[in-house]
């Protein structure tokens, strides 16, 4: 298959909790190219655009502003199959479940927050990919 990019996320608890360069070193280890990279607040706009498949569930709002709580470090990275490598990598979406090995796993917990507070976002087909390659890094 084609060289495939993807949209990570570090998300404001993993930059919170000094994570960003344990992430990155994950993604170089496994010998992905980090394209782009860039930390800011996101705005609720861009949130909102980012997250649009979850609009109307009840955990929308409090992930929103959880997203928007402090700077994100988005990263954009390149490789065969990398899209499928860093879901594998991230692990299930609640920290609890996800297995020992994966960034989720071995650094993520439950909080008790009202958002799930997991660490890392990574884009989950070729289709998402593109669309939110293009919110956070318009000039890509
Ligand atoms: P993922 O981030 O693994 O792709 P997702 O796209 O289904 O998961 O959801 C986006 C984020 O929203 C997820 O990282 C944490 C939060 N979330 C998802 N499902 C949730 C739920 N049932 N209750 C609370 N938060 C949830
Ligand atoms: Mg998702």
């Given at each position: 298959p084609a060289v495939e990019r993807t949209l990570v996320l570090v998300k404001p608890d993993g930059v919170r909790r000094g994570l960003v360069g344990e992430v990155l070193r994950r993604l170089e280890a496994k010998g992905y190219t980090l394209v782009a990279l860039d930390l800011r607040v996101p705005d609720a706009e861009l949130l909102r655009a980012h997250y649009a498949e979850h609009?109307?569930?009840?955990f929308f709002g409090p992930l929103v502003e959880f997203m928007g709580s402090g700077p994100v470090a988005a990263v954009v990275v390149e490789g065969q199959r990398v899209i499928e490598a860093f879901r594998a990598m991230a692990g299930a979406t609640d920290p609890t479940a996800a297995a020992p090995g994966t960034i989720r796993g071995d650094l993520g917990r439950d909080?008790?927050?009202?958002?799930?507070?997991?660490i890392v976002h990574g884009s989950d087909s070729p289709a998402s990919a593109q669309r939110e390659i293009a919110l956070w890094f318009p000039h890509l």
């Open positions: 609009e109307g569930k009840p909080w008790g927050t009202a958002a799930t507070q997991n």
